[in-house]
């Protein structure tokens, strides 16, 4: 059962990723010494606790990295804006299927930042994060929408907010020793934290099964620590 979604959540990282991409991307100009901070900041092995392994290296920000539309009706235009460094977290299994991941952008300034944070929770952004949820079905597995809405969370960056999204996960299983299949379905969770401070954003993302729920007060200490280093900019 755990193997079935564990593809569901490697594309609910994905549409995550998308869903605030803009239909008019940024510029993209790699300052080396952002992108170093951006790596600094993002989540690493030493940020959990033991039971949960990583895989893959993360990936910077390229200069040639295309933007997805993914969201084209809140016609969220940043051709204005430029973003200096960026890194994508390794991913993080834990207990249940857990998942966590995140990714920091840092900004040519503060103001384009906060821009930034600004358009993209616009009016709209949750019933588009709702969408791309479920967009990343498969024929395999169905991906059900069953409530939404903001997360209550601590002030932990002079930028903070959090979304949930309830989710269903529903798949046909062979019954053990016949021919026939059975319909299952399987409740979860998707996690949206952001987190931003001066040039800098970062969202981090929690994907659990409600059987083996991230603890809220887990999440809150993870962006607790990354928090801590939004502030040091090296450009300062």
Known sequence: MRRRFAAVLTLALAFAG????????????IDTVDQGWAAAISLTTADFGTGWTSSGT??????????VAACPELALDESDLT???????????????AYVASEAIVWSTADQAQADWDREQQTGF??????????ASTKAVK????????LPFPGVAPRAAAYRLRLTYTTKVRVKKTKKL????VPGSFDLILVGDGRVNVFLFANSF?????????????ATKVAA????DPHA
């Open 18 to 29: 998308t869903a605030f991409a803009a239909s008019a991307g940024p510029q993209v100009q």
């Open 58 to 67: 993360g990936a910077g920000l390229a200069a040639t990295d295309a933007v």
């Open 83 to 97: 973003a200096t460094g960026g890194e994508a977290s390794p991913d993080f299994n834990g207990p249940g299927g």
């Open 126 to 135: 949750l019933d588009c994060f709702a969408t791309e949820a479920v967009h």
């Open 143 to 150: 991906v059900k929408v069953v409530a939404k809405g903001a």
């Open 182 to 185: 059975r319909t299952v379905s």
């Open 210 to 222: 409600a059987a083996s729920p991230i603890a809220d007060a887990f999440e809150q200490q993870l």
């Open 229 to 232: 280093r939004l502030s040091a």
